[in-house]
């Protein structure tokens, strides 16, 4: 992301209130208050705690008085901005009759399940994997098998004997690849990409590459588009994790080859595509511009400066806990094993200690012992959780 800045100042320290708008984070948080926890510190879910970037919340608030918020097309002001994102921010050159419009990330996933693969067919996902894909798999009446990352001196890796055995299996006929990962926050290099792009193709195995966390990089990293070195396989993009837009169900799938596109586009609308949401619509529009490039590079600064305040507090003063690297994402994978806690007794450390986060298991056996911190939140916040985190761990560890 070479753009230049615009030197504008963005507020990431103060939290933004979800009272009143149904939001599911928030709900979750009155329900703990509900219970009789009078203070809790909520830092589950990968949504940030602060409002999305000010070019389009002004962008938003003009088009809503307005007050047209009809049946919304993919026309050309629409492809162009994907178009210039993707050139700009994401380095690859994407021509317009690639892009297309679904409704979400797991359903972009469901139309691809549905599209490629037949029932019984088996579907590879990376494990730790990210349970809303699980679930998509299930229910389309796939079998899901894992390829379990290794954990090597604290750094995350594709085990490529494990990953060609499950690939060359002729019943596997789609791979899920989550770049950044979700939820080690695990970036795959290019050279790792051409790698699973080479196995795909000689065992014909289509990529599915949900990239929405592309955009939220740490220092030193950059998430390079899978299609950018697999032309027959599909990246996912969305404004989701960039900007904050989570609850807007609106995604677009990057296709480079014509079949694989007319045969989703076939599926897509057999599915009842209908509109872009028209808000969204006016959202893209005005995330992908140099001023939405700004505001995620200070973004990605606040969450880095988080992560090394997490990592370094761990590191002098909880030892037996430690924050893995964040290579992209704002969350931050907590490797607690070394508590010697069952994941029962680890997710009540952290009640004990008022932080409601998301743990582990919830990913799989691969994720048993650890437990996922959103990075996205005030400072003050984290400093706070971390100060109590320290108490029960002096009385416990």
Known sequence: MNLEKTGRAYDFETEVSRDGTGNMKGRMAEKLKEEGIADPIVLFGAEMDFPTAPCIREKLETFAREGIYGFTQADEAYLGAIRWWMKHVRGMEVAPEWILPVQGTTFALSICLRAITRPGEKVLLMSPSYYRFDR????????????????????????????????????????????????????????????????????????????????????????????????????????????????????????????????????????????????????LLAAYTPDGADWIRAMNAHTAENARLVRETLLEQMPKIRLLPVEGTFIGWLDCRALGLDDASLEAFFEQAGIYADPGIEYGEDGSGFYRWNLATPREKLEKALKRLKEVYDEKA
Not at 143 to 172: F, M, Q
Not at 225 to 238: E, K, M, N, Q
């Open 136 to 283: 998509a798999v299930l229910r389309n009446e796939r079998e899901p098998v894992y390829h379990s990352l290794l954990l090597e001196n604290g750094e995350y890796r594709i085990n490529w004997t494990d990953l060609e055995k499950k690939l060359s299996d002729p019943a596997c006929t789609l791979m899920v690849l989550v770049n950044p990962h979700n939820p080690t926050g695990k970036v795959f290099s290019e050279e790792d990409l051409k790698k699973i792009a080479a196995l795909a193709g000689e065992y014909r195995v289509t990529v599915f590459s949900d990239e929405i966390f592309a955009e939220t990089m740490q220092p030193g990293f950059a998430a390079v588009p899978y299609t950018a070195v697999d032309p027959l396989g599909i990246t996912c993009t969305s404004l989701g994790k960039a900007f904050n837009l989570t609850g807007v169900n609106q995604a677009n799938l990057i296709v480079p080859d014509e079949t694989l596109s007319e045969k989703l586009r076939v599926r897509r609308d057999r599915d009842h595509f209908g509109s872009i949401d028209p808000f969204f619509y006016q959202a």
